[in-house]
C-alpha cells in the first residue's frame, strides 16, 4: 500500500492568511493525487483533482500542486468557511489510500 | 445532481455481518465505480473496495476475504457486506463515486456516512 503523510496535523490561521496544507507519499504517484475537505458531521467534499484541477463549483482560493512524492494544497486568502479537517487521496494504484488529515482551525 | 445515500443498521453484534446499501439519485448508476469507504471514530479514512456498474469489483486486500459488494443497476443501488465483525470495524460508513478506475479514482460526490456501531 502506499502511505500518504500529511503536515501539520493541525493548524491554526487568522481570516485572510495565506495556508499551506502538505502530503507526502511513500513512493511516486506522479499527479494522481486529490485533496477533500470534511466539516464535522459532513461527507467529504472533493476540491483538488489529479494534483492542480480545481473541482467545479470549488472557490478559486484553493489550489493545488506538486507532483511525485510531495503535493501541497494551498488557501490563498482564508475564510472563515474554511474551517475544517482537508485530507489528502492517492489514486495511482489500488488499494487507495489517504492522509491522516489536517485539523485547520481560524484563529 | 447526483446525490447518495446510505442505509442500514446502526449496531451489529460482533461476529455478525455487517450490511448497507446505497441509494443513486439524479443521475445514472452506468459508466461509474462506485465505492464504499469508512472511516472510525477520530480516525483516518480507509478505501473498502468498489463495483462498476457491470458488476467488476476491486477490494482493499486487508478486508478482502470478509467484504462483498454487490449492485442492483435497476434498482439504482450498490450494496456492501462485511462479515465476522469486530469493535475495529466501528466506523462511519460512506458511500462514494468515482468516474474511473486507476487513476481516474476520485470521489465525488459521497454520501452523507452513516455509523455502524459494533458492540453487543
Known amino acids: 500500500d502506499i502511505q500518504m503523510a500529511q503536515s501539520p496535523s493541525s493548524q491554526s490561521a487568522s481570516v485572510g492568511d495565506r495556508v499551506t496544507i502538505t502530503c507526502r507519499a511513500g513512493?511516486?504517484?506522479?499527479?494522481?493525487l486529490n485533496w477533500y475537505q470534511q466539516k464535522p458531521g459532513r461527507a467529504p467534499k472533493l476540491l483538488i483533482r489529479?494534483?492542480?484541477s480545481l473541482q467545479s463549483g470549488v472557490p478559486s482560493r484553493f489550489s493545488g500542486s506538486g507532483s511525485g512524492t510531495d503535493f501541497t494544497l494551498t488557501i490563498s486568502s482564508l475564510q472563515p468557511e474554511d474551517s475544517a479537517t482537508y485530507f489528502c487521496?492517492?489514486?495511482?494504484?489500488?488499494?487507495?489510500?489517504f492522509g491522516q488529515g489536517t485539523k485547520l482551525e481560524i484563529k | 445532481q447526483v446525490q447518495l445515500q446510505e442505509s442500514g443498521p446502526g449496531l451489529v453484534k460482533p461476529s455478525e455481518t455487517l450490511s448497507l446499501t446505497c441509494t443513486v439519485s439524479g443521475g445514472s448508476i452506468t459508466s461509474y465505480y462506485w465505492s464504499w469507504i469508512r472511516q472510525p471514530p477520530g480516525k483516518g479514512v480507509e478505501w473498502i473496495g468498489d463495483?462498476?456498474?457491470?458488476?467488476?469489483?476491486n477490494y482493499n486486500p486487508s478486508l478482502k476475504s470478509r467484504v462483498t459488494i454487490s449492485v442492483a443497476t435497476s434498482k439504482k443501488q450498490f450494496s456492501l457486506k462485511l462479515n465476522s465483525v469486530t469493535a475495529a470495524d466501528t466506523a462511519v460508513y460512506f458511500c462514494?463515486?468515482?468516474?474511473?478506475?486507476?487513476?481516474?479514482?476520485?470521489?465525488?460526490?459521497w454520501g452523507q456516512g452513516t455509523l455502524v456501531t459494533v458492540s453487543s
Open positions: 513512493q511516486s504517484i506522479t499527479s494522481y
Open positions: 489529479a494534483a492542480s
Open positions: 487521496q492517492q489514486s495511482y494504484s489500488t488499494p487507495y489510500t
Open positions: 463495483i462498476y456498474y457491470s458488476g467488476n469489483t
Open positions: 462514494a463515486r468515482a468516474p474511473g478506475y486507476v487513476p481516474l479514482s476520485w470521489f465525488d460526490p
